[in-house]
């Protein structure tokens, strides 16, 4: 087994060991040492695993004193994320920050009036759906990959769509999770939205790639209590 797969496998354990030890926010996670030990694995296998969920907002280092709990993965996260696939699927979201701020940023600089058109469109539909109790993940996608399209450079487009299986059970859990909450969360992800799409309608190429890269981290924090 290659060494991402083993740090894939590395990440999911330590996730489950916050879950079943009902670890919470400030909580000292093992040792270094103790999880390799646990795992089976090396020391390096666990400190990519847990440097990845740094990354992902989920655990931090502090110098000298170890790896503490930073978020809980909200429990709905896992009606719709097997623990199992998280570390794969958290891991697309270091992909969508590359593609997608790009992504807007190239689009907000080649657009055509249709593919603005589209984009707007898209961007009405995600507003119906979110303002509704219907699910809302798919006009969410829809409007991420017309942004894409927007790049005018058709290698985009593929790379997005080998993502889609992994970024629709992330929308679809952001949603639900967003729901559960007070309504200002919802408008808060209509408000980045509609940012990203403001700077695209401007041609602010610089403002959109930052809009979106702005939206994709809140994102990921939305996925955490």
Do not use: C
Request: net charge neutral; glycine share 6%.
């Amino acid at each position: 087994m290659n060494e991402g797969r083993l740090a894939d496998r590395a990440y999911n354990a330590i996730v489950r060991i916050i879950a079943d030890d009902g670890l919470t926010t400030g909580d000292r996670l093992p040792s270094e040492a103790r999880l390799a030990e646990l795992f089976g694995m090396s020391r390096t296998i666990v400190r990519e695993a847990l440097a990845r969920l740094a990354s992902d907002g989920i655990t931090e280092a502090r110098r000298g004193a170890g790896s503490f709990v930073k978020r809980r993965p909200s429990e709905r996260l896992g009606t719709h994320v097997a623990m199992d696939a998280l570390a794969k699927t958290l891991g697309t979201y270091e992909v969508r920050f590359v593609l997608e701020a790009e992504s807007a940023r190239l689009a907000a600089l080649r657009r055509s009036q249709d593919q603005l058109d589209a984009i707007e469109a898209a961007l009405a539909a995600l507003r119906a759906a979110l303002l509704s109790n219907a699910p809302a993940h798919e006009e969410d996608w829809l409007l991420h990959r017309a942004i894409v399209e927007a790049t005018g450079n058709s290698a985009f487009l593929p790379v997005f769509d080998l993502l889609q299986n992994e970024v629709m059970q992330i929308l679809r859990a952001g949603v639900d999770i967003s729901r559960s909450r007070p309504p200002h969360v919802i408008g808060a992800m209509m408000d980045e939205h509609d940012a990203i799409v403001d700077a695209i309608r401007a041609r602010d190429a610089d403002g959109a790639a930052l809009a979106m890269r702005w939206h994709l981290s809140q994102g990921r924090k939305r996925l955490m209590p």
